[in-house]
């Protein structure tokens, strides 16, 4: 069983760039692809972008393709989420989880506590 840790999320300009890091507990973290997803007050929490097992393969929702850019270092059980020209409509709670690429899922029904992220106009 894999336990997450997010962070790094903040309050920033439109325009600006944050980095999330997804951090993990559990020998197995390198077996699973990582994804990240974003829940806005009122809205349904929906999918962002995943790397696989080895970070040879991403997917973005196209929300967010050319902007951010998910990666991960395996030796240091740590996924990231680079977002750059933030726009106030990426506001929200960011979660990172387990995911299945093939349907953009979580495999895990437990969240953490995720990172706030905010982005003013």
């Known amino acids: 069983q894999v336990q997450l840790v997010e962070s790094g999320g903040g309050l920033v300009q439109t325009g600006g760039s944050l980095r999330l890091s997804c951090a993990a507990s559990?020998?197995?973290?390198?077996?699973?692809?990582i994804g990240w997803f974003r829940q806005a007050p009122g809205k349904e929490r929906e999918f962002v972008a995943v790397?696989?097992?080895?970070?040879?393969?991403?997917y973005y929702a196209d929300s967010v393709k050319g902007r951010f850019t998910i990666s991960r270092d395996n030796a240091k059980n740590t996924v990231y989420l680079q977002m750059n020209s933030l726009k106030p409509e990426d506001s929200a709670i960011y979660y990172c989880?387990?995911?299945?690429?093939?349907?953009?899922?979580?495999?895990?029904?437990?969240w953490g506590q995720g990172t706030q992220v905010t982005v003013s106009s």
């Open positions: 989880n387990p995911t299945r690429v093939d349907v953009r899922r979580p495999l895990s029904i437990n």
């Open positions: 559990g020998r197995t973290f390198s077996s699973y692809a």
């Open positions: 790397i696989n097992w080895n970070g040879g393969s991403t």
